[in-house]
């Protein structure tokens, strides 16, 4: 039988037929998207953005500028708090101790990442002469490029190197090696040397008190205020919750950081609770994974590059972990995790747009 060129329909079946069909496909496009769409309250579709900006806080904090300091006389004697970190007994203990400087020192080499990044922000970068190579490394350092420009850059136990460019003060702290800062003192180089500082509220006294020393007050005491401002900020845009984020920080060989880390300080910045703290932890401690399948986190955050992640989710014992069964374990690199400057408020900026994954 030959097949028919044309069919004819009468009009109202044409309409009645069409309008079946339409009704049909949205009912499918209701069903599949009742289907894919997450289950409540779980945000896993959501881009992370930060709360705020991160290029322009970046920005800020890396030049303040205040009032010029026009009291004060050289040589000037300080005196200041130093903090101790006892290893063995995981407490701290607070020393006073003074310092005299014969005068305003116009080339200066910091020891150590954290001191380097606070000098970016509140001195003439001229008169940082020198840079080690941690502070030259972008996973150490949030100047790394700058520093690596500006140059040059000596390893940290390179102390002839240090010496031969006659710096008129060495920043150095509580880290830095004996040999190295004897060597200094042979040398008739001046150091200063900064006791333990992790929260933000410690890095802002160390903030205050380097400005003093190399004359820059009024500098200081900006980024202090700025410190502060950007605080209330990113606050202001953490969202309201019944109950707050419960976040563990899970760095290589099983450490998590408790009170005295910046970590603390970033999720009391973004209102969530540090677990390592929750459960008693001073400084760092070491857990195997019973403890942690116990303590049972809502978050969980890891250093990438540490393949840290991979381990966790494939283990079958953390299988029943909230954090594991909700998919919030999550990498961020290792610079965000192990600042000690003002830069901190970028990494509570960051993890804040991690853990509460909420659109800007």
């Known amino acids: 039988m030959a097949r028919p060129s044309l069919i004819f329909i009468p009009k109202s079946i044409e309409t009645s037929a069409m309008r079946s069909c339409r009704i049909l496909s949205a009912l499918l496009a209701i069903c599949c998207l009742v289907a894919c769409a997450p289950p409540s309250g779980v945000n896993h579709g959501q881009k992370a953005v930060p709360p705020l900006d991160m290029h322009r806080l970046s920005t800020e904090l890396s030049?303040?500028?205040g009032n010029p300091q026009t009291e004060g006389a050289w040589p000037r004697k300080i005196r200041y708090s130093f903090d101790v970190h006892d290893l063995k007994t995981d407490t701290f203990r607070q020393e006073t101790?003074?310092?005299?400087?014969?005068?305003?020192?116009?080339?200066?080499?910091?020891?150590?990442?954290?001191?380097?990044?606070?000098?970016?922000?509140?001195?003439?970068?001229?008169?940082?002469?020198?840079?080690?190579?941690?502070?030259?490394?972008?996973?150490?350092?949030?100047?790394?490029?700058?520093?690596?420009?500006?140059?040059?850059?000596?390893?940290?136990?390179?102390?002839?190197?240090?010496?031969?460019?006659?710096?008129?003060?060495?920043?150095?702290v509580f880290y830095s090696g004996a040999d190295f800062k004897e060597k200094l003192s042979q040398a008739q180089i001046p150091s200063f040397?900064?006791?333990?500082?992790?929260?933000?509220?410690?890095?802002?006294?160390?903030?205050?008190?380097i400005g003093e020393v190399i004359?820059?007050?009024?500098?200081?005491?900006?980024?202090?205020?700025?410190?502060?401002?950007?605080?209330?900020?990113?606050?202001?845009?953490?969202?309201?919750?019944?109950?707050?984020?419960?976040?563990?920080?899970?760095?290589?060989?099983?450490?998590?950081?408790?009170?005295?880390?910046?970590?603390n300080s970033i999720c009391d910045m973004i209102g969530a609770v540090n677990v390592g703290t929750e459960q008693g932890i001073a400084s760092w401690s070491?857990?195997?994974?019973?403890?942690?399948?116990?303590?049972?986190?809502?978050?969980?955050?890891?250093?990438?590059?540490?393949?840290?992640?991979?381990?966790?989710?494939?283990?079958?014992?953390?299988s029943h972990a909230r954090a594991i069964r909700s998919g919030s374990v999550y990498d961020v690199p290792g610079v965000y995790l192990r600042v000690s400057s003002q830069y901190m408020l970028l990494s509570a900026d960051l993890i804040a747009g991690i853990i509460y994954r909420q659109p800007r």
């Open 97 to 172: 101790k003074s310092f005299e400087i014969q005068k305003k020192p116009l080339r200066i080499i910091p020891h150590a990442v954290g001191v380097a990044e606070i000098l970016w922000a509140i001195c003439p970068r001229e008169r940082l002469i020198a840079f080690n190579d941690l502070t030259a490394d972008p996973d150490s350092s949030f100047i790394a490029d700058k520093a690596r420009q500006q140059g040059p850059i000596f390893r940290s136990k390179q102390t002839e190197l240090v010496i031969g460019y006659r710096p008129d003060l060495v920043f150095t």
């Open 215 to 263: 004359g820059e007050e009024g500098n200081a005491r900006a980024l202090v205020n700025l410190i502060n401002e950007r605080i209330r900020d990113l606050k202001a845009r953490i969202p309201r919750r019944d109950h707050p984020v419960r976040v563990l920080y899970y760095d290589e060989g099983g450490y998590v950081p408790g009170k005295s880390s910046n970590f």
């Open 193 to 209: 040397e900064l006791g333990h500082f992790g929260s933000i509220e410690s890095v802002q006294r160390q903030i205050l008190l």
């Open 286 to 318: 070491r857990i195997d994974y019973e403890t942690l399948l116990k303590w049972n986190p809502d978050v969980i955050i890891v250093p990438d590059r540490s393949k840290l992640k991979e381990l966790l989710v494939s283990n079958r014992l953390l």
């Open 63 to 65: 030049h303040a500028r």
